[in-house]
């Protein structure tokens, strides 16, 4: 997998967005950036995942550069419940071997 | 219904026992998966399985066996358990086995005495 570096934690203000950064400068043209989350003693969630373009979905955004070397992924309405460990993953293209690393821990505030 | 199910969710044993973790997915997905989260909070893969066949075996001792009787079912059986076996196991499923999301249980907390 490519290798991924997040920050260790960040802070959030309840109703604020989100903006957690990931840098994968060693990312081949053909893989994937996914985004997981894992909430206290639960098992990871998937949040999206993108190639080379924007993506929304109901939960997120993901925003990768143009020479796609680093990510940010976009809570845009904080709530206590998106507090957990954050985690972004570039698996080997052609294979679901995902690598979880350090992650963000990200602790939202009332 | 739960995605990805798997029991227990809780497991004390001795050292030196064999125990069986069991998972089912009704999401009708071809690839399931084992990860182990130990007390550092990393989580590794271990095992992963397409329609039955396995495909990725990690680096695990070979007393971990994982078993595949469908597509809905992966269970992991483990010999003569260690301390060092102490740790969070996730099984994990998706639709296929390339570029595409897993769905996770809740996990099975293993604790050996």
């Known amino acids: 997998d490519a290798k991924t570096t997040q920050p260790p934690s960040m802070d959030c203000a309840e109703g604020r967005a989100a903006n957690l950064p990931c840098n994968h400068s060693t990312i081949s043209g053909n893989e994937y950036v996914y985004w997981y989350r894992q909430i206290h003693s639960q098992g990871p969630q998937y949040i999206i995942h993108?190639?080379?373009n924007n993506e929304t979905n109901e939960m997120a955004s993901l925003i990768i550069t143009e020479d796609r070397k680093s990510s940010t992924l976009i809570l845009p309405h904080a709530t206590l419940r998106d507090t957990a460990v954050y985690y972004c993953?570039?698996?080997?293209?052609?294979?679901?071997?995902?690598?979880f690393g350090g992650g963000t821990r990200v602790l939202v505030k009332p | 219904d739960t995605a990805v199910s798997q029991t227990p969710k809780y497991l004390v044993t001795q050292m030196g026992n064999d125990k069986s973790i069991k998972c089912e997915q009704n999401?009708?997905?071809?690839?399931m998966y084992w990860y182990k989260q130990d007390s550092k909070k990393f989580l590794k893969i271990m095992f992963s399985?397409?329609?039955?066949?396995?495909?990725i075996n990690e680096t695990v001792p070979n007393r971990f066996s994982p078993k595949s009787p469908d597509k809905a079912h992966l269970n992991l059986h483990i010999n003569s358990l260690e301390l060092g076996d102490s740790a969070v196991y996730f099984c994990a499923s998706s639709r296929g086995a390339t570029n595409e999301k897993l769905f996770f249980g809740s996990g099975t907390q293993l604790s050996v005495l």
């Open positions: 993953i570039v698996p080997k293209a052609a294979g679901n071997k995902l690598t």
């Open positions: 399985y397409n329609n039955k066949e396995l495909i």
């Open positions: 993108g190639l080379k």
């Open positions: 999401l009708g997905h071809d690839t």
